[in-house]
């Protein structure tokens, strides 16, 4: 069993809007440190997979397939190895 960990974001040249929103809710409440912010999103997949090789053949198939908008959005994936 592994478990791929995957981030999918906006392309920096895609207008983030909710990112906007909190950085500047940010901003209102001190943080005036902050200077970009960018939401994305968070998924975990365990996969049965006979090693990691494949394992992460599955991942990137999904990312492009389903999980992650090609023309919008980047992904960045890590896998490990989790509990049976």
């Not at 895609?14 to 940010?26: M, R």
Request: charged content about 30%; some cysteine.
């Amino acid at each position: 069993m592994y478990i791929a960990k995957i981030l999918t974001t906006l392309r920096k040249t895609i207008l983030d809007p909710q990112g906007k929103a909190v950085e500047n809710s940010l901003k209102s409440l001190g943080y005036d440190k902050i200077t970009d912010t960018r939401i994305g999103k968070f998924i975990e997949l365990k996969i049965n997979a006979g090693s990691k090789a494949e394992a992460e053949k599955i991942a990137e198939e999904a990312c492009k397939k389903l999980l992650a908008n090609p023309v919008m959005e980047d992904y960045t994936f890590e896998i490990t190895e989790g509990e049976s």
